[in-house]
């Protein structure tokens, strides 16, 4: 499906057992990662300006209509006028604090998203890996068929159906994506089963799902992470496509996907109104690949070049 | 990367055993491979059908102005059997699929289904086929020139490339482009250089529209051929090649592009399913005539059999591409075996 | 202002043209003569519909964009002159009335040809009108023919379209009627003093049965060039998504137009067409809301502005069948919260018109002492909620209903904005998708307030407009559903009075009624604007052009290219 997750996951083994001192090392080697530490430092920057803008702005700036200062013959003011740091809409809104509040609506949707792709990733993972034969065959046929679906002409479908609001759209994102991570949790289960340790603990007497959440989650939590820190920005991604193709968030609600829109419609008069948003939602999602492409390589030593 | 999308895993579906000739093992593998599309499709129908008929609004509601009476939506209803339960409609459309008939589309009264995809198909497909014909050589180009020319600036800028393209949004791409190259060029030349911002045409018109969706895969590309390249650059018989003394060229093209497409092949297969979803939204973006473009349009006025047909073709073009992809897999790597 | 706008611009073309379009019916198209007219192979007009028609078939379109077939490929029996206040011959040469009102006798032009040379009869026009109204072909525009006016239409509804010897019994009992070739008579159930402007619609055209009957009842017209019209220009070409190209009907009756290739595309999207209009691929374009920065700051552009007002009034629709807006007072108050010189000045850049009553200027009947109970005075509106005797909370929390249009989205955003603001209330708005919007909200009466809502002219007469507040339009094309018996007579009284002063006076009271309870707050009207390459000359627009693709495109044979 969407290929902005890079794949290699799959490349990496994964079930390394020196786990001792893993995460340390890990951070060692991350904090050693320019460009993941700029992608962090962004990240953090982002997240406490959108967290910052709701308290300042009180949910009243984004939306106040200022036609006092508008010239009736050329409304949408541009850059540095007025009091307006990157110029007001069509309506004399401030953009730039429309896009602080559209960064806390883009950061939310990426990041609820991933609690659902967790649930459901996590639960059919599991279970098709614990109990394995003719449940993990049934399950595996679910995961592929749903791969064969077109997602983006689904999701739009979808949101079609059960209207545009905030809930729909992450729970719809999130419903179409978690067979990425249904394949990897089921195959990590796999792999734990097979090894001798487990086959002592059940000897021993071990209840084996016990044995398989204590060993799972070290061993897959690495991975896990990587796959979650990447599903962001794609959540990101799919709510600005859906509100640009008209399907997703409504306004006055001034996601970035909404700001996109109702700018492109006057691009030969105002460029810069759906530059500003598009120009935010690319570095958003930048910053959370560096975080990704960092993590990858710290938390699987040999992927260091 | 394991066995690329769509494709069982391990097919519980045939499990006859045959002859072990090579011939035979294909055809069976193809076989329930296209097998295995119908119980797909069939579950791909269903739910969209579902959906659609849980969908607010009817077709026939307008956007505004004068609505339809009543009575006439009764009658339009009775024309497209709509009145009918709703098992019924859907053993019917399974019926008439069955038979190729995708039925008449509701927004374009008395046009078929196929006809329209027919007439959008023309875009759509130019568009892809140029963007996949951009997607290989420069994929796979920068791939290779980044990773023999490690830790060069070369490499910085290749990778540089690929993180932007892989994560900036394509039809974030497409409106940049656009600034660009149609608005800020048509202010700077007072309106008498520039390139087309929409519309499609063969010539300037596919300039913008096949870079906006082809970027994503080139960089993805790019990104999976250098880190396979510099996984066979380090391989002993590779390092023998180079302590043969044999000139770079010949190294490359016999020793490592060979190997280091291996996993890339297997990427076209999810590159073909982004170049048809990406269609959808760089055919909104620059206002192309195709089907991604006509879908939309389908979903927002409630024109069901559009909506399936679509749907039912761009999942059959997704399992075929797999299916491909894999078969060609099998050619390139000898070691892999049809199971 | 924006009517002098439009008639400025206009009396720079060349005098000859100018006379003729203000006294079109005399001059006919003796214009032919121009020196500065280009040759004919450069007679060449580029417009955009920006869609594509769902049907070549006149019976079955309902669209703007659909126009340019029904108006110009075919020709109904008469259309409206100019200035818009009467009908004039077109199709049939004159018509009779017969004293009760209710037999309409066409008297049809002799020379009449289809465009593939068979002469037009009186018996085409007998069979299109009952394809028109078959209930199987479920054809969308049907309304204003079947609900009251022609004699045995009023039964449409009670056939079964599935029954085949219904549908025929039906349609034969139609008051339709052919004495001879070149008369066509239509009865009438009542007394319909508006009907000759019904007859100008372009769903009410001839249609040939014997190319119906070989190509298909209801796809006859799939294949666009397979098309045969009565009408000035004929289909030559369509290119599926992309253009559609007429040519003069050589077989026309009247004066041939100027124009020699008529290529109209279907570029939905408003920055291409922009672009193309630069380029000099396009020659009309008509102007949407958000590219009106870019055309006014072009001072280029500007010039070529060609703006005209539009028989159209947009308003929002409270639910009178609900908490609050069953409350007269809370209905005034929202009347009098919204400024609409901002609006139109500013949000709406200058497109648009404020109005405060129902009828437009340009109508027959526009009244200009009506719509002052409807002026913008906030001290007013909050005056208005205490005297509603409702709590606050009773109105401070509504949802405006809105459906996820650019356009709609800019304009409610104005309006909860405005209300919040002056009346200090807090409302939200509340945007679906256009399908979930008319489907679930709209049509089963379940909304507060929806905006914008409005009404556009089929013909300029009131019959048109005041109908759709009546009883019967409940959830039909009225959504607030005021269901208020005394309108309705009135209305019914308008409707059937023979003499235009009787109309007219009803019509009045209805509108009085209607404004005094505030069942909505009139708004704005949407004046037309086009951007118009200076070589398009001779164009004669009117309130019910479709600016969309062309001005003046009810007389299109007066148009043509200059020399440039």
Redesign the interface.
Known sequence: MAVAAPTTLEQIDWENPEQIGLWRDAWQRFRRNPIAVIGLFMVITITLLAILARIVFAFHLP?L?D?LT?D?????LGFFSKGHILGSD???RDILSRLLYGAGISLTIGVLTQFIYLAIGAGVGLTAGYFGGRVDNLLMRLVDVWYAFPDLLFLLVVV?VF??SLLTIFVSIGLIYWVDLARLIRGQVLSIKEKEFVEGARAAGSSPLKIILRHLVPNALGPVIVSLTFGIPRAIFLEATLSFL??GI???TPSWGVMIQ?G???????PEEVLTPAIAIAITMLSFSFIGDGLRDSLDPRMRR | MAVAKGAPARGALLSIRLPRSRGANLALYIARRILWMIPVLLFVITLTFLLMHL?????W????????????VQ??N??YGLDKPLPQQFELYIWNVAHFDFGLSY?????TVT?ILL??WGPTFTIGVLAFALIVPFGIGIGVIAALRQNTWVDFLAVGFSTFGASVPNFVIGILL?IVF?VEA?HLTG?NV?L?????GLDFHVVLPVIALATLPIAYIARLTRSSTLDVLRQDYVRTAWAKGLRERLVVMRHVLKNSLIPVVTALGPTFAFLITGSVIIETV??I?GIGRSFVVAV???DYPMILATTILYSVLIAVANLIVDLLYTVIDPRVRLS | MDVSTGRLRWLRVPTVIVGCGLVLAACGGSSTSNSNMAPNDKQILRTNSGT?P??F?PG?Q?YDYEGLVGRNVFEPLLKPTTDLKDVTGAAASSYDVSSDGLTYTFHLRQNAKWSDGQPVVAKDWVYGFQRLLD??L??????PYFDTEIAGAQN??NVD??DTTAVKTFINGLGLSAPDDHTFQIKLATPAGYFKWAVTLWVATPIRKDIVDKKGY??W??NPTDVIGNGMFKISEET???HVTLVPNPNYWGDKPHIQKWINY???????A???Y??GELDVLNV?L?????V??DPKLKAEQHKYPSLNTFWLAMNLQKAPFNNVHVREAVSRAIDRN?LV???A??QYTAVQSFIPKGMNGYTPSLGSVQDYDPAKGKAALQASGLPVSAYDTVKLLT????TN??LN??F??QINTNLGLHWT?D??????????YL?KGNFQIYGS????A?YPDEQDWFDIFTTGGCH??NWGCPNDKSYDDLVAKGDSALKQSDRQSYYDQAAALMENQYWVAFLYNRTEVDLVKPYVQGISDTGIDEGIYLPGDFHTNTIFIANH
């Open positions: 939306f209509q036609y508008q009736p013959a050329n409304s949408d069509y309506l004399g079609s209207g545009a008209g399907a409504v306004p006055p109702q492109y419609e006057s691009i030969f008069a105002h | 969908a607010p609004g009817s077709p509601d307008r956007g505004g102005g004068r609505q339809l009476s009543a009575t006439i009658n339009l009775t024309k927004q374009y009264e008395n046009q006809h007439e959008s656009i149609s048509y309106g520039f087309p911002p929409g519309g499609f620059f206002a005539p927002s006025s409630r | 594509e769902n049907s078939d079955q309902t209930p199987s479920a054809a969308g525009y049907v309304d449409y509804g379209p599935k209801s796809t017209a799939s599926p998504k992309d279907f570029i939905s999207d408003t920055n291409q922009f672009s193309k630069q380029t949407p958000a590219s009106q920065d870019a006014t700051n901002t000045n500013q949000v850049k200058g459906r996820n249009t650019t989205l800019l955003q104005y909860v904005n708005l945007t679906k998708d256009s399908k979930t919007v008319t489907g679930t049509r809502d409005g009404w556009g089929d039909g094309t």
